[in-house]
């Protein structure tokens, strides 16, 4: 099937040849989810490796986020006017390439930025998935389990990346973990070549460079202004980077009001059933991927989990995302947006009331059944708003719904993930500096040696293997440095879920309201 500017009315229940189709783009979404699981895996044997701070860390583990979430509106706009085919293909040869770069990286700032261009490959592949899904498949239940599938198996396949990333780092060190997507890129490509019909319901609109542009900066100094602004030293930049964002956003609005043809139409935006769902989503997604950030060097440097442990004990969260997936489709087809995502966000609150009772001698129960509920929630979350933003745009411009529903996905994530790994460093830092303090030895300890001793988990151990007699003393105030950053992050992801209710409860309508305006955006659109 080929076409311009298709109606809802031309496209059929399912594409020819369905599953071969879905297993294709279902196949290009694992690998984008893979990247982001190998790294968040590897950061404690990352930091051994460079003595690199928390903050560098965290830069690691959001580089890719940071990459993706920057580039995709830009991204998704090229799809449509361009191919989403060839961008989908052209991003999974990038992601082969930044892999190779990430593995093979000489220090830790070459690493952020290999996971940076990561980022940006999967910008090119990973929205264009969704697309493709609403480009192909009309709206009805077909649609939306294919799309609760995606969610699902986007889902899974970031948590047992996770595990995949933990079994290599027993047997080898983390380059290799940075190669595990390759392999998956490769059949993709071959696949997406040979299944995927090209020009399906693409735009003839010319896309504005300019807006895609300032769009990209934007994003990118919100996301580093974030993660820096809370982070030891980091103040003065992060907030430059912040002001940066604001004017960039403020600029990005005001091209947008003003261009023929704008990248991101505000007046589809500005829909309730597409700014509620975004808005819900990008702050139920990022809940889940700050807390597994955070709790993967929580388990690894607090409860001396190995990585392969520490990726097989997020497992549940996949669990709940692939167990609930059919069943959030079930809830949405029959009860509705708003409440398929009141159920998700009453379940996330729950899992970060778990998370805030993690101890550091914990068992496993607790911390599982936390990672359990986070990923159940999830799935009715994510699942009901890919599906609202999708529905309520039209064909011509479904790159821009795929991209926010990747938007809210990555952007929600790298945000989440700089403020909570921001909060966790701060939190180490400020904790250790207490124990020194108390400890009264603040005065016989060098300054060099005080700075690493707050920098990182990894920093600290570098310098217990210099000072073997108070080797015991420095790792216990760095693990109770460590937990005391970690509570602090889940108490704030728990308060960004309560915001996230509201909007919830106050900005979606009941379901009978939700089809009213579904058919009123489909006429309008025709």
């Given amino acids: 099937m080929t076409g311009k500017n298709q109606s809802p009315s031309d496209i059929p229940d399912a594409p020819d040849r369905e599953r071969t189709v879905l297993a294709a783009l279902l196949l290009a979404a694992i690998v984008?989810?893979?990247?982001?699981?190998?790294?968040?895996?590897?950061?404690?044997?990352?930091?051994?490796?460079?003595?690199?701070?928390?903050?560098?860390?965290?830069?690691?583990?959001?580089?890719?986020?940071l990459g993706l979430s920057m580039s995709v509106l830009y991204f998704g706009a090229l799809a449509d006017r361009y191919g989403r085919k060839q961008l989908l293909l052209l991003g999974m040869a990038f992601t082969v390439l930044a892999s190779l770069l990430s593995a093979f990286a000489p220090s830790v700032e070459i690493l952020i930025l290999a996971r940076i261009l990561t980022g940006l490959a999967a910008g090119m592949s990973y929205p264009t998935t969704l697309s493709l899904i609403t480009a192909l498949w009309a709206d009805g239940p077909k649609r939306t389990g294919a799309i609760a599938l995606w969610a699902g198996v986007g889902?899974?396949?970031?948590?047992?990346?996770?595990?995949?990333?933990?079994?290599?780092?027993?047997?080898?060190?983390?380059?290799?973990?940075?190669?595990?997507?390759?392999p998956f890129a490769i059949v993709a490509i071959f696949l997406v070549a040979s299944a995927i019909p090209s020009h399906v319901g693409e735009s003839i609109e010319p896309v504005d460079h300019l807006g895609g542009i300032l769009s990209t900066i934007g994003i990118a100094a919100l996301v580093l202004g974030i993660g820096l602004v809370f982070a030891p030293g980091g103040q003065g930049v992060g907030i430059t980077l912040l002001v940066l964002a604001v004017l960039g956003i403020a600029l990005f609005g005001?091209?947008?009001?003003?261009?023929?043809?704008?990248?991101?139409d505000l007046a589809i935006a500005g829909r309730r059933m597409f700014w509620a769902?975004?808005?819900?989503?990008?702050?139920?997604?990022?809940?889940?991927?700050?807390?597994?950030?955070?709790?993967?060097?929580?388990?690894?440097?607090?409860?001396?989990?190995?990585?392969?442990?520490?990726?097989?004990?997020?497992?549940?969260?996949?669990?709940?995302?692939?167990?609930?997936?059919?069943?959030?489709?079930?809830?949405?087809?029959?009860?509705?947006?708003?409440?398929?995502?009141?159920?998700?966000?009453?379940?996330?609150?729950?899992?970060f009331l778990t998370m805030l009772a993690w101890r550091e001698h914990t068992g496993y129960l607790l911390i599982g059944t936390g990672f359990f509920i986070i990923g159940a929630g999830a799935a009715f979350v994510v699942t009901a708003s890919s599906r609202s933003l999708t529905s309520c745009t039209p064909i011509r411009r479904v790159g821009m719904a795929s991209a926010t529903s990747d938007l809210q996905n990555d952007l929600g994530g790298s945000i989440m993930q700089a403020l909570l790994g921001a909060v966790l460093a701060g939190g180490f830092a400020g904790q250790f500096k207490e124990i020194i303090h108390k400890s009264g030895a603040e005065h016989h300890i060098s300054h060099e040696v005080t700075r690493a001793l707050q920098a990182s988990f990894a920093s600290a151990e570098h310098v217990a293997l210099g000072f073997p007699r108070f080797s015991g003393d420095i790792l216990e105030a760095a693990r109770q440095s460590l937990l005391a950053g970690s509570l602090e992050a889940y108490l704030i992801g728990a308060v960004a879920i309560v915001g996230g209710l509201f909007v919830v409860s106050f900005g979606l309508p009941a379901q009978k309201k939700e089809l009213e305006l579904r058919e009123e955006y489909a006429q309008s659109d025709d």
Avoid at 155 to 181: D, E, K, R
Avoid at 254 to 264: I, M
Avoid at 277 to 306: C, D, H, K, R, W
């Fill in 32 to 65: 984008c989810n893979v990247n982001f699981a190998a790294a968040t895996v590897s950061l404690p044997d990352i930091g051994a490796s460079f003595d690199a701070s928390q903050t560098n860390l965290n830069l690691v583990g959001l580089g890719t986020g």
């Fill in 277 to 351: 769902p975004a808005l819900a989503g990008t702050i139920a997604f990022g809940s889940l991927i700050g807390a597994m950030f955070v709790g993967e060097q929580y388990m690894q440097n607090i409860l001396g989990y190995s990585p392969l442990g520490a990726g097989a004990a997020v497992v549940p969260a996949a669990l709940g995302l692939v167990l609930m997936a059919p069943v959030s489709a079930r809830t949405l087809n029959t009860s509705g947006t708003r409440k398929s995502m009141l159920v998700g966000y009453t379940l996330i609150l729950l899992a």
């Fill in 254 to 264: 005001w091209r947008q009001l003003r261009a023929p043809n704008p990248l991101y």
């Fill in 155 to 182: 889902g899974m396949a970031s948590v047992s990346g996770g595990v995949l990333a933990g079994a290599v780092l027993a047997i080898s060190s983390w380059h290799v973990a940075f190669l595990l997507s390759i």
